[in-house]
């Protein structure tokens, strides 16, 4: 009799593990999914910037191409190569996992391993581009417009700086990044769409 009754003892205490483990599992990717929502709407709005600023930046290398600055549209594809797009994620629900050492929580070992891809690979590849390109602004192009460029009241006093080396390479290097960062984008912003979607066929 004591024998069945520690066997017993022990399977409700497993069983009331089991319960406890699978609900804060739940809890977890549910955070895990607000989190997602949050990062989709994001990454959409990152996309849809870099978009309009490759736009701004071919505007500006046809006018380099072509020797045209006289194009009304000249100020606003400058502005282009010196808008600064900056993609933050929201890992809240990650990390604590992580720090909490509660991740194992999560049953599904390929889950896991596409929660692990996505914070640890497509985040941290965003990152990179996004601190070179801030780096690069702060420390090269930002005191290039400080010393050359001469603003007016109706946009640039004169052209004449779009026709040096410096800024010719400053043009293309930005719209090589910008085109980086864009494709960056759209692959997380796939990821994660496909992470949600795993994610709620796994709860449902």
């Known amino acids: 009799m004591v024998i069945i009754g520690i066997t017993i003892a022990f399977q409700l ?45 071919n505007g500006m290398i046809r006018s380099i191409i072509y020797k045209d600055f006289t194009n ?5 594809y400058f502005l282009g190569i010196y808008q600064y797009q ?20 999560i049953q599904s070992f390929d889950l896991r391993k596409q929660i692990i ?6 985040y941290s590849e965003i ?22 460029v001469t603003f007016g009241r109706d946009g640039l006093s004169s052209t004449e700086f779009m026709k040096t080396n410096e800024f ?19 692959r997380c912003l796939e990821k994660c769409r496909s992470l949600q979607s795993e994610i709620n066929e796994y709860l449902n």
Do not use: C
């Not at 009304?72 to 606003?76: A, E, G, I, T």
């Not at 990152?127 to 050359?148: G, M, T």
């Open 13 to 57: 205490n497993s069983w009331k593990e089991g319960r406890d483990n699978r609900k804060l599992e739940r809890q977890y990717l549910e955070s895990l999914l607000h989190d997602l929502d949050q990062d989709i709407e994001r990454l959409e709005f990152a996309i849809d910037t870099m978009e309009y600023q490759t736009k701004m930046i």
């Open 168 to 186: 010719i390479n400053y043009t293309f290097s930005s719209q090589y990044f910008a085109t980086q960062k864009k494709d960056s984008y759209m």
């Open 72 to 76: 009304d549209s000249l100020f606003n």
């Open 117 to 122: 891809d996505l914070y640890n690979t497509n």
């Open 127 to 148: 990152k990179i581009l996004q601190d070179y390109q801030r780096d690069k602004f702060l420390y090269h192009i930002n005191p290039y417009i400080d010393k050359n």
């Open 86 to 105: 900056s993609f933050i994620s929201n890992d809240n629900t990650y990390q604590s996992m992580v720090t909490s050492g509660k991740f194992e929580n």
